[in-house]
């Protein structure tokens, strides 16, 4: 059985930094997982995160089911062929950047082919974790399915929490069937930490874990260093490694 993970919440809360040590978590402790790493967002930043250089994406070659072949050819095969292509192997964990839509216009033909690849190649895998965007638009439109857990991250700001409101109504609302939605705080400091629970409390939300403010992890960023290379005592990955041990991986 494949387990599927989202992560998601407001632009600038730190979702990818958690995806990405949760990939690192994975990793380095449980050599028998065969993981998938999907980057959804359009920003694209998991790659850099897991120190990855990204040429091509599914967004680059899914136009190739919509024109350009024989009417008696079979597309999906021709996508799902495409798709192995752009995926990126690496000894212990596989990536696959989806890239930004092509344009205007309806594409629902190409992401009926597409998910049914989807649903094909995540069975490969033991473990799929999602990087997504506040708006979860491969996950409404359903691309990548049978998912299990939702970390919904913000950190303490009233816009980050609303934010994080609104993904809980949305996936309510178009009954994705997540087993578990959970709040991840990040940058949470000793003098917000207790109002944090309070709000988290108050929209009814379920506390995965509270990531501390981590001046290491905020240098690695700007850096532009891979945050999969943080040492063991970061506390940021500490917290992190809890948080997967909540949820099972």
Known sequence: MTTTIAI???????????????????????????LLAVDSDPDTN???????????????????????????VDKMQVLESKIYEVLIEK?????LVMGRPE???????????????MDRVTKNYDLVMIDTAAGMEHLSRRIIRNLDFLLVVTDGSRK????????RDVVQELDLGFKKIYLVFNKVTPENRDSLQRYASELGFEIAGMIPFDSELAEYDLAGRPLADLP??????TEVGRIAGLIGI
């Open 46 to 72: 998991l790659p850099e995160a897991l120190g990855e250089t990204v040429t091509r994406t599914v967004g680059d070659i899914k136009e190739i089911a919509l024109k350009g072949l024989p009417p008696d």
């Open 103 to 117: 344009g205007s216009g309806c594409y629902c033909y190409a992401n009926n082919l597409l998910r049914g690849i």
């Open 160 to 167: 980050g929490l609303a934010t994080a409101e609104r993904i």
């Open 8 to 34: 998601t919440g407001k632009g600038g809360t730190g979702k990818t930094a958690v995806a990405a040590l949760l990939i690192r978590h994975v990793v380095r402790t449980d050599t028998d997982c065969v």
């Open 232 to 237: 063991d005592d970061s506390e940021a990955v």
């Open 91 to 95: 000894p212990r964990y596989d990536l």
